[in-house]
T-cell receptor
Framework: AQSVSQHNHHVILSEAASLELGCNYS??????LFWYVQYPGQHLQLLLK??????LVKGIKGFEAEFIKSKFSFNLRKPSVQWSDTAEYFC???????????FGKGNQVVVIP | SQTIHQWPATLVQPVGSPLSLECTVE??????LYWYRQAAGRGLQLLFY??????ISSEVPQNLSASRPQDRQFILSSKKLLLSDSGFYLC????????????FGPGTRLLVL
């Protein structure tokens, strides 16, 4: 079964700072990769995903993530965060053709105005 | 457009009591349906998924069961709740392919006392 690692569960940073959240997974085959975000009081929603093609994926609200197959990683980045980016971010992985999503433990990100 | 509903939003139940949480999806047919449990600092854990009426796959052995009596209805149940069943329960759906986004409901917060 796949497992997903997210480090630094709590991240606090100031507006305009850059953000990078790490995601590593353990599965040797073809994978689909997702970042979900949960804003305070809102549903969990998709930020971006990768399943084929360009390994650099752009999502909503200026976020991007890069799939590095050799490192089993799918790190999320945003060059300049805003207060509205305060949320919990989850990395998720499933194997090609398999709907079972494995989630990481999440990163609680707090952006200070 | 598609909508996913969950109820109740919050539930406080005594240990040993039964449980029934309901999830319904509108605006799509024959969705894949999922039940997750989210615990603070532990990410989301897939509990059950269903690819059609009456078809349930259980991911982890536990005190819970799931049923899908109608195409767009997914129910999470227990005959006797345990303290460890407390948590935030999320329902999700997608069209069935692994690379597809899963869309999440608002969740039910369950507290077992």
């Amino acid at each position: 079964a796949q497992s997903v690692s997210q480090h630094n569960h709590h991240v606090i940073l100031s507006e305009a700072a850059s953000l990078e959240l790490g995601c590593n997974y353990s599965y040797g085959g073809t994978v689909n990769l997702f970042w979900y975000v949960q804003y305070p009081g809102q549903h969990l929603q998709l930020l971006l995903k990768y399943f084929s093609g360009d390994p650099l994926v752009k999502g909503i609200k200026g976020f991007e993530a890069e799939f590095i197959k050799s490192k089993f990683s799918f790190n999320l980045r945003k060059p300049s965060v805003q207060w509205s980016d305060t949320a919990e971010y989850f990395c998720a992985v499933n194997a090609y053709g398999n709907n079972r999503l494995a989630f990481g433990k999440g990163n609680q990100v707090v952006v200070i105005p | 457009s598609q909508t996913i509903h969950q109820w109740p939003a919050t539930l406080v139940q005594p240990v040993g009591s039964p449980l029934s949480l309901e999830c319904t999806v509108e605006g799509t047919s024959n969705p894949n349906l999922y039940w997750y449990r989210q615990a603070a600092g532990r990410g989301l854990q897939l509990l059950f998924y269903s690819v059609g009426i009456g078809q349930i796959s259980s991911e982890v052995p536990q005190n819970l069961s799931a049923s899908r009596p109608q195409d767009r209805q997914f129910i999470l149940s227990s005959k006797k709740l345990l303290l460890s069943d407390s948590g935030f329960y999320l329902c999700a759906w997608n069209g069935g392919r692994a690379e597809e986004t899963q869309y999440f409901g608002p969740g039910t917060r369950l507290l077992v006392l």
